[in-house]
Structure formats: structure tokens, C-alpha cells
């Protein structure tokens, strides 16, 4: 299974614009990173490494993915080969939807304690809504997307465990790049405003996030850029208004945190607006 990185990102509609990666990967390598949505997807063909710190995982063929909110985690090829996969990226309501339809058993925010595993019936499952998605098969696919998540939390779901709460120099400095990220970053100038050494800052940053700060403000900046493509914002303003001053470095992290180009990312974006147009026109005619 050689060959180049290949791509294909679905937005559905009807279940909170939740976003389906369905890929092929080769010389993909995904650097530490979170997302705010859980993870859910398969592995179809070759093997990756999921990196959770120093707990390395190998994630072969038939093989089930499940990561939380905000675990952070890096992932590439294991070999030459890549990896082919499909990947849900299912926001904390939804889960929630999903979870409260059961019943008190699963009231708390849910987690999955395991991130890689295997049973068939949730991978066909994954498999089918998918194949749903892909064929449009829109009357079926968001009933079919709750039973999935249902049978996966049923299975593999937890009540929630406490959320982990950085020490509160750490909590100061995030919130500080929470709102300053698109600006130049300049570590000595961070590490001097917050009175501490800058190897320091790095290395208890680090400890409590998982990440540096440079690579907290990369997917910060990231983050915001799809939120603004979606919003119909151009990409070269995009770039501008996420601190990438140079084309080329905005392409390349965004292709790095998200998978897929900014282009083919806005495909995916004006594919869902006019789609939703068409739906809202169409209701409109039939009132």
C-alpha cells in the first residue's frame, strides 16, 4: 500500500457539522496535538503508531481508535506501507446525546479507557455509516450514527473521570495565548512577562498540557483557521488572521494538525453551505 497521502474529508450536516475523514496515508505524520472533539474511527488496511507520551501504541487492520477530548497524542505511519483509515471527529454534545438516550447508567460526561481495540460489529458498523454518508442515504445515516456511538459507549464507555486541572502559573499563561495566539510568538518575551525561566516555562507547560507552547499556539492557530474557512473566510485572509504571515507555512501546519490541505478543507465547506442553502430553500418552498 505505497503511494502519495490521500484525503477526503465529509461534513455532516445533520448531526452538528460533524466532520468524517476517510484517508490514506503515507508520509503523513501527525505532530502532538489534541482535538475538543473525541476521536472514533477504523483502521482498514496497514498499521500506524498512536503516541499517547511514552505509551506507544500500534494500531493495526481491523482495529477500532477511540481518543478523548483533549488527550494529547501524535500519529504516522508505522512502515513505508501508511495506513488507510476513517476517522469521526464527534463533538462532546453529541456523545452526550447519544450517552443520555441510555439512561442514567451513562448520565456523566463520557471516556473511553481504552484507545485501540477490536470488535467487528462496531467496525462494520463505522464501516457502514460511512458507506451511508458517501452514497448521501441522509434519511438513515443519523439514526444509524447514535446507534453506533451507543453500542460503542455501551461497550467501552466510562462515567467521566475528574478533568485534569493545570497548576494556576499554567492555567495564567494558556489563557494569556488563548486570546494572544495570532500574534508573533517570542518565547523569551512570554517567559518574561510571567517571571519565569524560559526553559522553565517550556518544561512546566509541558508538563501540565502535554504540549509546548509553540505547538499549543500552532493548533490554536489551526483550530481558528477552520473555524474561519467554514465561515466562508478566503484562505489567504485565513492566514493573515491566524498569525501565518508566510502562505506556505499556513498550508503546510494546517496539512499537518488537520490532514488535508486548506484548499480541500474549503471544498468541504462550500460542498456543506450549499447543502444546507438547498435544505433551507427547499423547507421554505414546502411552507
Not at 475538543?36 to 494500531?59: H, K, M, P, Q
Not at 456523545?95 to 467496525?123: P, S
Not at 451511508?132 to 451507543?150: D, G, H, S
Not at 474549503?266 to 442553502?277: A, V
Request: proline residues 2%; glycine residues 4%.
Amino acid at each position: 500500500m505505497q503511494g502519495k497521502d490521500e484525503a477526503l474529508l465529509y461534513k455532516f450536516k445533520n448531526a452538528d457539522a460533524t466532520e468524517l475523514l476517510s484517508a490514506r496515508y503515507v508520509a503523513q505524520k501527525f505532530p502532538k496535538h489534541y482535538h475538543e472533539t473525541y476521536c472514533i474511527g477504523i483502521l482498514e488496511e496497514g498499521a500506524e503508531v498512536l503516541s499517547f507520551g511514552e505509551n506507544d501504541l500500534v494500531v493495526t487492520a481491523n482495529s477500532i481508535i477511540a481518543i478523548n477530548p483533549y488527550d494529547v497524542h501524535e500519529n504516522y505511519a508505522l512502515d513505508r506501507f501508511g495506513w488507510k483509515y476513517k476517522m469521526m471527529y464527534i463533538n462532546s454534545d453529541l456523545m452526550g446525546y447519544a450517552a443520555a438516550c441510555l439512561g442514567n447508567r451513562f448520565a456523566a460526561k463520557i471516556n473511553f479507557t481504552q484507545a485501540v481495540f477490536e470488535d467487528i460489529a462496531i467496525f462494520n458498523s463505522i464501516s457502514q455509516l460511512y458507506h451511508q454518508v458517501e452514497n448521501k442515504q441522509e434519511a438513515t445515516t443519523e439514526a444509524w450514527l447514535i446507534e453506533t456511538l451507543q453500542k460503542l459507549i455501551i461497550g467501552y464507555g466510562k462515567s467521566t473521570k475528574p478533568d485534569f486541572e493545570p497548576d494556576k502559573h499554567t492555567q495564567e499563561i494558556k489563557a494569556f495565548l488563548d486570546v494572544n495566539f495570532e500574534a508573533k510568538f517570542e518565547l523569551n518575551q512570554l517567559a518574561q512577562q510571567f517571571k519565569t525561566d524560559k526553559y522553565k516555562l517550556i518544561r512546566q507547560f509541558k508538563k501540565h498540557t502535554g504540549l509546548t507552547p509553540l505547538s499549543y499556539v500552532l493548533l490554536q492557530r489551526t483550530n481558528k483557521a477552520k473555524t474561519l474557512i467554514a465561515q466562508g473566510e478566503s484562505i489567504s485572509q485565513t492566514a493573515l488572521e491566524t498569525g501565518f504571515y508566510d502562505q506556505s507555512h499556513f498550508d503546510r501546519y494546517f496539512k499537518k494538525y488537520v490532514g488535508v490541505t486548506p484548499v480541500s478543507y474549503q471544498k468541504t465547506c462550500n460542498i456543506f453551505k450549499i447543502e444546507r442553502i438547498m435544505a433551507f430553500n427547499f423547507a421554505k418552498i414546502n411552507h
